[in-house]
């Protein structure tokens, strides 16, 4: 493997390849954070309350995972990288994973539950042996920090693209393959997104390279790994801020489905209303290098934020008729929430520079895993607020919705996730590495001018 400088710029190949990394991902993320709390409920024949339990106790487990193997990765040595080898090595086990959560067992109710469990784990484990190391790379493809921007922006285009498909073709897929049997539906639509995640995350093996090498010779222990990272205040204010994000993200996400289905009463919509809203959510990561070459990302944050809570309070006030309002909305809210991932994500990628700067030691993976964990942490915790949310206001699945049923839903729609998305305007006011910071820690790691492997 020739040595290129690690900030040499990306050509437009390896930009595209490494965002279908986050099209195969999505094929599974997308899918949890919009269909699976409804499968549960109206298809699986779980209680709210118990999928609201079940999404936090899983998730909580296996978030665990997640500096753990952050950890691994950051260990491996082969002669094809240290974190590219995971998009080969996980692609078998995520895809069987996907089946296997979407399948309804013929079991009584306590079975059910334990197989929800069990496969649930499963999933979110096989995401992240394969997910983990496909963040790590990003940090490790370029120093360039504006090059990390526009790579992440890329990533994230391709994560909402992959997100618009699934969104807008899951609900047709499931009737068209399930010809009416919806169970089968969902078995076989999950099949049919694992064959395609396979040619992708080969597509993103292929194409990529790891330029960036941990100082030779670095032994450390896992402790000192965490203890670097709980030291790393900038990498702090980010795990707190995702994790607050992540709760507008997956409220609104989830509970969509259910806004359209019982309030609304329009649940042939779900897909565009949806579609509309991945679509949105791309152009705003499309636009990202362009934002931030007028605002810095701290403040650019700040102002999408705030602009996101302001629409989901207007949101709240739209009457269940007008449907096209609701779309406005939904795509306005989109293109603000659009540029958070490109720009947290490279922000990740500068903490990791931040502490091989502080410590003389590089642990890419185990920043990037404890990202994943803050993002999971957020999509658990918003689980468990809809699910006893709705359990405790009378909600029964597959019926039109008492009143206090459908006002939660309202409230879980809007005005609740526009509340986090205030909290995330004070919390990103602590983010302290601005662009000046991050070139002066550059040129005393020297990247750019070393050329590493």
């Not at 995702?242 to 649940?267: H, N, P, Q, W």
């Not at 609701?326 to 795509?331: G, T």
Request: hydrophobic fraction near 50%; aromatic fraction near 14%.
């Amino acid at each position: 493997m020739a040595d290129v400088p690690s900030n040499q710029k990306l050509s437009l190949g390896e930009k595209v390849s490494y965002a279908m990394g986050d099209v195969a991902s999505n094929f599974y993320w997308r899918v949890f954070d919009v269909f699976l709390f409804i499968f549960y409920t109206d298809v699986f024949g779980l209680s709210p309350v118990a999928v609201g339990t079940m999404m936090l106790v899983t998730r909580l487990i296996d978030a665990f995972s997640d500096p753990i193997m952050g950890a691994l990765a950051d260990r491996t040595n082969t002669r094809l990288g240290k974190f590219r080898p995971y998009l080969l090595w996980g692609i078998i086990p995520i895809a069987a994973a996907g089946i296997l959560t979407f399948t309804v067992p013929d079991l009584d109710d306590g079975g059910k539950l334990i197989w929800a469990y069990c496969t649930y784990i499963f999933m979110m484990l096989a995401y992240t042996f394969i997910n983990v190391p496909y963040g790590a790379l990003l940090g490790v493809v370029t120093a360039d920090s504006q090059q990390r921007t526009t790579l992440t922006s890329f990533r994230f285009i391709g994560a909402f693209s992959g997100g618009t498909l699934v969104a807008y073709m899951t609900p047709k897929l499931v009737a068209w393959l399930g010809q009416g049997n919806e169970a089968l539906g969902w078995q076989l639509t999950m099949s049919l997104y694992g064959f395609v995640a396979l040619i992708l995350f080969v597509v993103t093996f292929l194409a990529t390279k790891e330029r960036i090498s941990p100082p030779a010779g670095q032994k450390t222990p896992v402790i000192q790994d965490i203890k670097d990272l709980l030291s790393n205040k900038p990498w702090l204010v980010l795990f707190t801020l995702a994790l607050v994000i992540m709760m507008t993200i997956s409220l609104r996400g989830s509970v969509g489905t259910f806004y359209f289905k019982y309030y609304v009463d329009r649940e042939d919509l779900i897909g565009t209303f949806l579609g509309i809203y991945m679509i949105s959510l791309a152009i705003g990561a499309a636009s990202t290098p362009l934002l931030t070459k007028f605002l810095d990302k701290k403040k650019l944050l700040m102002v999408l934020m705030a602009a996101v809570a302001g629409l989901s309070v207007v949101f709240y006030f739209v009457p269940k008729d007008e449907i096209w309002l609701m779309y406005s909305l939904q795509a306005a809210i989109g293109l603000c929430l659009g540029p958070k991932s490109p720009l947290v994500f490279s922000m990740y990628a500068d903490t990791a520079d931040y502490s091989h700067w502080k410590t003389g030691r590089r642990a890419t993976a185990m920043i990037f895993s404890a990202a994943a964990f803050a993002q999971k942490l957020g999509g658990a915790l918003a689980g468990a607020m809809i699910g006893w949310m709705l359990g405790a206001l009378g909600y029964v699945a597959n019926q039109s919705q008492n009143a206090g049923s459908e006002q939660g839903i309202v409230l879980l729609m809007t005005l609740i996730p526009g509340a986090f998305a205030i909290l995330a305007v004070f919390v990103v006011r602590f983010y302290q590495l601005d662009e000046d910071q991050m070139k002066s820690l550059h040129a005393d790691l020297k990247y750019g001018q070393e050329e590493q492997a």
